[in-house]
């Protein structure tokens, strides 16, 4: 396993020789919460690991939509690299 690095929160949160970060997590109100975890592998590449929670519409339809709305967003957002200090691109 390499050397924890600065940023590392080290103890159960690093295996298989990867090291992660504490989580950055961001809560909106009645909306959902995302959670950010800087990660480095055990081959020295880094990554950002992002979890997002979102609060669905009541209706089947309407989730459904909030869920493809979303993902053609992150994906356009992703593909375009239009994420820029913290913020996705409307």
């Known amino acids: 396993m390499t050397p ?5 929160a080290g103890g159960h949160r690093c295996s298989l020789g990867e090291h992660r970060a504490d989580p950055l997590v961001v809560d ?3 909306q959902g919460r995302i959670a ?3 990660v480095r592998s055990a ?9 997002l929670t979102v609060a669905l519409a009541v209706t089947e339809p309407h989730a ?3 869920l493809a709305v979303l993902l053609d967003r992150l994906t356009q957002a992703l593909h375009e690299g239009s994420f ?3 913020t996705v691109a409307a």
Do not use: D, K, M, N
């Not at 924890?4 to 590392?8: P, Q, R, Y």
């Not at 081959?43 to 992002?50: F, K, L, Q, S």
């Open 64 to 66: 459904r939509r909030q």
């Open 36 to 38: 950010l975890t800087r």
């Open 43 to 51: 081959a020295g590449r880094e990554h950002a690991e992002i979890r």
């Open 28 to 30: 909106i109100p009645r």
């Open 84 to 86: 820029h200090r913290g």
């Open 4 to 8: 924890h690095t600065s940023w590392c």
